[in-house]
């Protein structure tokens, strides 16, 4: 027996606790104005260290953002390496990031999600038949691997090397499988998300998500809102403002590609036009960023800046993963937002992403608790309208 | 999950800073009981223990811009409860007197092997035992006190024990040491002091 047994920590009443607490932080609000100060650089220590950690962290991060709270558990890990590349462990895969190079790890479905921003990654993969696949995604390509080695390039030039088995490179629909000894490579492309500034997103937007869902041209133009017809129709006089609103520009229907409704029906009419209303509510742009890739630079501002430029950044991060169609990566990003920055400029804009991800699959609870998020924090919103809809499917 | 804590007092810290009071309420509750052991294994009690940890946690808060996030949290703000601890112990006044050594003092294994002995007697006497190791413990030095209880007591591994005073591993070593040889002396006159030591080491 050692002396820590023997010597056992006699507990404080629950009281003297609370006593304690109050306090410690009544101290802490005096000091309000000492205290408070964001630290940008507290982030880019935090992805330093994180290089260094390596792959417990990333890997206990499993889980697919199936909960609707906003946790950092399920935040992406985001590596950045300086002038010095590193070598990270990700459970049995083995990465080696190479100099100046960025990229998130996350965990979706027991996978390993790697996000290349830029610079090089080599990855040794061991065969992994039981387990979801390791992808890497460099703008629109994505390599998918179940065990191999192989590294890729970011830059001007996207580039898939394999020295050992064969991955798959995906990107635009085409599929090709690259073997051992072989190497493939092709023009990186702008994002397939182009970034405006705000209030004037609509179309771009549409572009962005009809380009995502193989639609084609992004011409959605009037397609009109059925949802907002059918406010309207039930409630006088509180309509008009919301029609006017929701008839101009609006992205392509994925649905029936008319997006015409009768605007009269119930039950599953009803869901059918509320999930056509949810998709036809533009998504605000996140903050212009000049040339290059978006995803790089808003992960900059989010590491580096302060306050509310740090804050448009992780915005824009969400943004971008869910204009390439990544709606778990985005998730993450967003939730990651609510907690860095509960009282963020971009609110309104990040709890309304997060009920168009969610209702993505229906009407089922998570979907009706983002609802929910956005209805308490803006009853008056633009689209509380829709979301109150959305509670009341149950 | 030695990473996601870290990302996690990341996000906490961030939150603390922007004034955010869950924060440091959460801060606070995450962090407490481990800052109060250590408070108690190196202190013997909880004597002045509201004060304390009072000081400790007001000092993590005016602190908390110079953490430099690549240390973990934990660490961090253990050192300064240690920091606390150490010059609680320097200005203190004389520690209370101790009853004075018994000596037909029955020792902890004797008492154990006496059949018909009660729960409650073995209790009270582990209680004498670690009364009278920190009634020896208050007649060392601070510093020795302190690395002696960090290492011995709280079973913190001796370069965590100098991460935390901020003093070597070789000086560490030797505070333990002396603080070790203070001890087994002052064992030598008490029986039950003596039982507590050696059952320390079969």
């Known amino acids: ?394 | 999950v030695a990473t996601v804590a870290y990302v996690e007092d990341v996000v906490l810290v961030d939150r603390c800073l922007e004034g955010e009071e869950a924060a440091a309420r959460e801060l606070f509750r995450k962090h407490r009981a481990r800052v109060h052991a250590c408070l108690y294994r190196v202190l013997g009690g909880n004597r002045d223990m509201d004060d304390l940890l009072q000081d400790v946690f007001i000092q993590v808060f005016q602190s908390l811009k110079s953490w430099r996030a690549e240390a973990s949290l934990a660490t961090w703000i253990d050192r300064i409860a240690v920091r606390v601890a150490y010059r609680y112990l320097s200005h203190r006044k004389a520690a209370p007197p101790t009853l004075e050594l018994v000596e037909d003092a029955v020792p902890i294994a004797l008492v154990n092997a006496t059949a018909g002995a009660t729960v409650g007697a073995r209790k009270a006497m582990a209680r004498e035992g670690v009364r009278r190791l920190y009634a020896a413990l208050d007649r060392l030095p601070p510093a020795a006190r302190v690395a002696f209880a960090l290492h011995e007591i709280e079973g913190r591994a001796m370069a965590e024990v100098a991460t935390l005073t901020g003093a070597s591993v070789t000086a560490t070593k030797l505070r333990v040491w002396r603080a070790r040889r203070a001890l087994v002396a002052a064992a030598a006159a008490d029986p039950v002091l003596r039982e507590m030591l050696e059952e320390r080491e079969p």
């Open chain 1, 1 to 394: 027996m050692s002396l820590k047994d023997r010597v056992s920590v006699e507990g404080l009443e629950e009281e003297r606790w609370n006593r304690i607490e109050r306090e410690v932080v009544a101290s802490v609000r005096t000091r309000g104005d000492v205290v408070r100060a964001r630290r940008g650089w507290m982030w880019a220590a935090a992805a330093g260290t994180v290089v260094a950690a390596g792959v417990i962290g990333v890997i206990a991060l499993s889980g697919t953002g199936t909960g609707t709270g906003t946790g950092t558990g399920e935040a992406p890990i985001v590596v950045a390496t300086d002038a010095k590349g590193t070598t990270i462990d990700l459970g049995g895969a083995k990465a080696i990031a190479a100099a100046e190079t960025s990229f998130t790890v996350t965990r979706p479905g027991g996978g390993v999600d790697i996000v290349l921003a830029r610079g090089r990654i080599d990855l040794d993969v061991p065969h992994r038949p039981d387990r979801a696949p390791l992808v890497v995604h460099a703008g629109d390509v994505d390599v998918i691997d179940v065990g191999t080695v192989f590294s890729v390039t970011r830059g001007e030039v996207v580039s898939v090397e394999v020295e050992e088995g064969e991955v798959q490179v995906a990107r635009g629909g085409r599929v090709a499988r690259v073997a051992a000894g072989q190497r493939w490579s092709e023009p990186m492309v702008a994002s397939a998300a182009p970034v405006k500034a705000p209030a004037v997103t609509a179309n771009a937007d549409a572009a962005a998500v009809a380009k995502d869902r193989g639609a084609g041209s992004a011409s959605a133009g009037a397609v009109k809102d059925p949802l907002a017809r059918k406010h309207v129709a039930s409630a006088p006089g509180a309509g008009s403002a919301k029609a006017e609103r929701a008839t101009p520009e609006r992205e392509r229907d994925e649905g029936s590609g008319t997006g015409t409704s009768t605007g009269t029906g119930t039950g599953s009419d009803v869901i059918m036009d509320l999930a056509r209303a949810i998709r036809a509510e533009p998504i605000a742009a996140a903050v212009r960023v000049d040339g290059g890739d978006p995803f790089a630079a808003y992960q900059d501002m989010m590491l580096h800046a302060t306050g509310g430029t740090a804050s448009q950044g992780l915005y824009g991060m969400a943004r971008t993963r869910f204009a390439a169609g990544a709606y778990d990566d985005a998730m993450r990003w967003l939730d990651a937002y609510l907690d860095r920055f509960p009282r963020g400029g971009d609110m309104e804009a990040v709890l309304w992403l997060r009920v168009r991800i969610r209702c993505q699959a229906g009407f089922d609870d998570r979907c009706r608790e983002a609802a929910q998020t956005y209805l308490d924090r803006y009853p008056g919103g633009h689209r509380a309208h829709i979301a109150e809809l959305v509670t009341n499917t149950r």
